[in-house]
């Protein structure tokens, strides 16, 4: 099992930064990419951010240009910093990790808890 730690939500007015935090622990070995889900109210969970172990990563289009991901792997730590945020970035964002297993060889995604994110107008 692999569990995720969210920190760095909370209330800022838009055109503000915020930078969340994701550790990993547990069963770590085997993780092959970390990442950012949200998911504002009424609507689905979409994937904002993800970056594989090799640092290549990608976003969404809405938050390209804006958001940046990174990761300490001696740290077992994703980051998402986030600039010139904006009212419809107003969501819970939630870390995820997936994770191949060495001996089935099969992939796990493990979730956070969620952090609140929300912009003011």
């Known amino acids: 099992q692999v569990q995720l730690v969210e920190s760095g939500g909370g209330l800022v007015q838009a055109g503000g930064s915020l930078r969340l935090s994701c550790a990993a622990s547990g069963s770590i070995l085997g993780i092959v990419t970390m990442g950012w889900y949200r998911q504002a109210p009424g609507k689905q969970r979409e994937l904002v951010a993800d970056i594989g172990n090799s640092g290549s990563s990608s976003y969404v289009d809405s938050v390209k240009g804006r958001f940046t991901i990174s990761r300490d792997n001696a740290k077992n730590t994703v980051f998402l910093q986030m600039n010139s945020l904006k009212p419809e970035d107003t969501a819970i964002y939630y870390c995820?990790?997936?994770?191949?297993?060495?001996?089935?060889?099969?992939?796990?995604?493990?979730w956070g808890q969620g952090t609140q994110v929300t912009v003011s107008s």
């Open positions: 995820y990790a997936r994770r191949r297993s060495m001996v089935t060889l099969r992939y796990s995604d493990y």
